[in-house]
């Protein structure tokens, strides 16, 4: 069991991402690939991107991506920008005694292979072959189906943020994950190596992730900025390319509550005032109080008061049917919001 412990200058600093974190959710992706967990959620990615990234391209990944284990820290550097090409190239940029120490970590774990012992060495182009083999693989297994994953991390954000509004500080953490116990002052991470995580007031970052699996998972090094990847409400569904996306909202969920409301409903899952939810609707803010207030009468989302103005933001019954999966499923109980901001 992993122990987090946390002190009353780190409970201040809790944040929650806003978006989902490319190199987290290649990495991440990476480990689903290679088992096959979760069928009704991935096996259909699986078959799309087995045949869209050559076996050698994908072998690179792999030998530096174990299925379950350490990977090393530089392929998800701790302050990664939220844009993929820029998060590449800061993983790109890591020192290189850095990248060679982690490799010599996970050759403990794993024989080191030709391709492993050349990147710890620095040769050649090493390092532009693994920006190569990343970015293939970014484009084939990521990318299109990134508004799909961006969508359900934010609405997961938006579900935290209601549960630290409404509950405090002690909901957001205490429901965080089925495999995460809050015990003030530790947050206690099963199924994690048995060790103790002091945060000494550096706070904390909590990463929704799509492709995280289970188990929270974290930052091997706890020099670096602690940082806990967990996984949001998995369901059929929260993959879905992006023209698959824009036939969803334009053809049958359109059909289904109106092109207007649909859409509205969309603004919703990053969460909006009325003002935002007009100009993403591209009405007028009396029709968009209209429109929210029927989405909310029929359990769709939320309103609340947020400062001057009112908040909008989508429930867990809104994301099964943006997500395409209406109530055919196994359906959980709503998961509580988040923050995105210092506590």
Same mark, same amino acid.
């Given at each position: 069991?992993?122990?987090?412990?946390?002190?009353?200058?780190?409970?201040?600093?809790?944040?929650?991402?806003?978006?989902?974190?490319?190199?987290?959710?290649?990495?991440?992706?990476?480990?689903?690939l290679?088992?096959?967990?979760?069928?009704?959620?991935?096996?259909?990615?699986?078959?799309q991107?087995?045949?869209?990234?050559?076996?050698?391209?994908?072998?690179?990944l792999?030998? &530096? *991506?174990p299925? #379950?284990?350490? @990977? =090393?820290?530089?392929?998800t550097? +701790?302050?990664?920008?939220? $844009?993929?090409?820029?998060?590449?190239?800061?993983?790109?940029s890591?020192?290189?005694?850095?990248?060679r120490?982690?490799l010599?970590? &996970? *050759?403990?774990? #794993?024989?080191a @292979? =030709?391709?492993?012992?050349?990147? +710890?060495?620095?040769?050649? $182009?090493?390092?532009?072959?693994?920006g190569?083999?990343?970015?293939t693989?970014?484009?084939?297994?990521?990318?299109?189906?990134?508004?799909?994953?961006?969508t359900h991390?934010s609405?997961?954000h938006?579900?935290?943020?209601?549960?630290?509004?409404?509950?405090g500080v002690?909901?957001?953490?205490?429901?965080?994950?089925?495999?995460?116990?809050?015990?003030?002052?530790?947050?206690?991470?099963?199924?994690?190596?048995d060790?103790?995580?002091?945060l000494?007031?550096?706070?904390?970052?909590?990463?929704?992730?799509?492709?995280?699996w289970?188990?929270?998972?974290?930052?091997?090094?706890?020099?670096?900025?602690?940082?806990?990847?967990?996984?949001i409400?998995?369901a059929?569904g929260?993959?879905?390319?992006?023209?698959?996306?824009?036939?969803?909202?334009?053809g049958?969920?359109?059909?289904l509550?109106?092109?207007t409301?649909?859409?509205?409903?969309?603004?919703?899952a990053?969460?909006?005032?009325?003002?935002?939810?007009?100009?993403?609707?591209?009405?007028?803010?009396?029709?968009?109080?209209?429109?929210?207030?029927v989405?909310?009468?029929?359990?769709?989302?939320?309103?609340?008061?947020?400062?001057?103005s009112?908040r909008?933001?989508?429930?867990?019954?809104?994301?099964?049917?943006?997500?395409?999966?209406?109530?055919?499923?196994?359906?959980?109980?709503?998961?509580?919001?988040?923050v995105?901001?210092?506590?």
């Open positions: 069991m992993l122990r987090i412990h946390f002190t009353p200058r780190d409970l201040a600093r809790i944040t929650v991402s806003t978006q989902p974190a490319p190199l987290w959710e290649i990495l991440l992706s990476l480990h689903m290679q088992h096959q967990d979760g069928r009704l959620v991935f096996e259909d990615w699986r078959r991107v087995r045949t869209r990234v050559a076996p050698d391209q994908m072998r690179l792999l030998e &530096l *991506s299925a #379950r284990g350490y @990977s =090393p820290d530089f392929l550097p +701790a302050e990664s920008p939220p $844009d993929f090409e820029s998060a590449l190239e800061l993983m790109l890591t020192p290189r005694q850095q990248i120490d982690q010599a970590l &996970l *050759s403990k774990y #794993r024989p @292979s =030709p391709w492993t012992r050349e990147l +710890a060495r620095g040769e050649g $182009d090493s390092l532009r072959k693994l190569r083999a990343v970015r693989y970014h484009d084939a297994a990521i990318a299109p189906y990134w508004k799909s994953i961006g991390v609405a997961d938006a579900h935290r943020g209601e549960a630290l509004a409404c509950h002690d909901r957001l953490l205490s429901t965080l994950h089925p495999r995460v116990r809050w015990a003030a002052p530790v947050l206690q991470v099963l199924d994690m190596n060790r103790d995580l002091y000494d007031g550096r706070g904390i970052e909590l990463q929704p992730s799509a492709f995280c289970q188990v929270p998972t974290k930052l091997r090094d706890p020099e670096l900025k602690p940082i806990l990847v967990y996984p409400h998995h059929p929260i993959l879905r390319q992006s023209s698959a996306e824009t036939a969803d909202s334009t049958a969920l359109g059909s509550l109106g092109a409301r649909a859409a509205a409903l969309e603004a919703a990053t969460g909006c005032t009325t003002t935002e939810l007009a100009k993403h609707c591209k009405i007028s803010p009396a029709a968009a109080s209209h429109q929210a207030t989405l909310r009468e029929a359990g769709l989302i939320t309103t609340r008061r947020a400062g001057a009112v909008h933001e989508i429930t867990q019954l809104g994301i099964w049917l943006l997500s395409g999966h209406g109530s055919g499923g196994h359906r959980q109980s709503p998961r509580q919001k988040s995105g901001q210092s506590l």
